[in-house]
């Protein structure tokens, strides 16, 4: 079993969906939980941060399940700029990195 | 401000060069990080630093050597690369490392780097 999984995808979705994406993690001694987002050939982006308790910024929504040991971002209303590969990140003695989920967001 | 920089953006070397990338980070960050990503793969960790002392190389090659000369500067020394040493190198920093509880990395644009 991979340390991080993420669902590759593509997801096409049309603008003002909401979509969700979910990423497993297999060490349950993580403390650390982070999404990032990455344009295509630019440098990974720090989305958010994601706490016990869930959090919300905007449109985005990140919650942790540490009994199923998952991770989940929601997008609603998507937008065309939201086109690009959502990584998500599990911190520790060292920063593992799921494969990434590839969102393209369509008129 | 949680810039990171790096130069140059892009590199091409030939296998029997030697050349230097360099990182650096004003945020009072004492962790600091290379990663090696290849294109549609995440990055994959290299070295990582912290407070100015290699903590984690995960068993890359020699022709791979880093140096940190200070908290907010970090090289990555390259010689006698390979064609598949290609990739895009990025550096980030975080406000410290280590245990299992990690901070937000920072990453820098990366070097484009071609080896032919």
């Known amino acids: 079993r991979k340390e991080v999984e993420q669902d590759p995808g593509p997801f096409n979705v049309p603008e003002g969906a909401t979509v969700a994406f979910n990423c497993t993690y297999s060490n349950s001694a993580s403390q650390s939980f982070f999404w990032y987002r990455q344009d295509c050939r630019k440098e990974p982006k720090l989305l958010m941060s994601?706490?016990?308790s869930g959090n919300e910024d905007g449109r985005f929504t990140a919650q942790l399940n540490r009994a199923s040991q998952y991770i989940s971002l929601l997008i609603r209303d998507s937008k065309l700029s939201d086109s690009a590969t959502y990584l998500c990140v599990v911190g520790g003695f060292k920063t593992i990195f799921g494969a990434g989920t590839r969102l393209f967001v369509k008129a | 401000d949680t810039e990171v920089t790096q130069t140059p953006k892009h590199l091409v070397m030939g296998m029997t060069n030697k050349k230097s990338l360099k990182c650096e980070q004003h945020?009072?960050?004492?962790?600091m990080y290379w990663y090696k990503q290849k294109a549609k793969k995440p990055p994959e960790l290299m070295f990582v630093y912290s407070y100015e002392k290699l903590s984690i190389n995960e068993s890359v090659p020699s022709r791979f050597s880093p140096e940190c000369p200070n908290s907010s500067l970090l090289n990555l020394h390259l010689h006698a690369l390979q064609p598949e040493d290609s990739a895009l190198y990025l550096c980030?920093?975080?406000?410290?490392?280590?245990?299992?509880?990690?901070?937000?990395?920072?990453f820098g644009p990366g070097t484009r780097l071609t080896v032919t």
């Open positions: 980030a920093s975080s406000r410290a490392s280590g245990g299992d509880f990690s901070y937000e990395q920072y």
């Open positions: 994601v706490y016990s």
């Open positions: 945020m009072g960050h004492r962790a």
